[in-house]
């Protein structure tokens, strides 16, 4: 299955939230190996001056309009 965002989209939660921009694909991470996990996307956004960044599922998600 391909991926809905790609990596420097502006997206927002469904919900309304900051807009942010898609990191990457989020990772997990064990024993020293990384796997993509390809319905979970690292985001950032900025609050204030201060950076955030979070994980968060596809269906979660959508194009900032």
């Known amino acids: 299955m391909a991926n809905k965002f790609k990596t420097g989209d502006v997206i927002t939660l469904k919900t309304g939230s900051h807009t ?7 990772f997990k991470r064990s024993a020293g190996i990384n796997e993509s996990i390809p319905d979970r996307y690292e985001c950032v956004w900025y609050d204030g001056k201060k950076q955030q960044t979070a994980v968060f599922q596809e269906d979660l998600l959508k194009l900032a309009q």
């Open 20 to 26: 942010m921009t898609v990191k990457g694909n989020a």
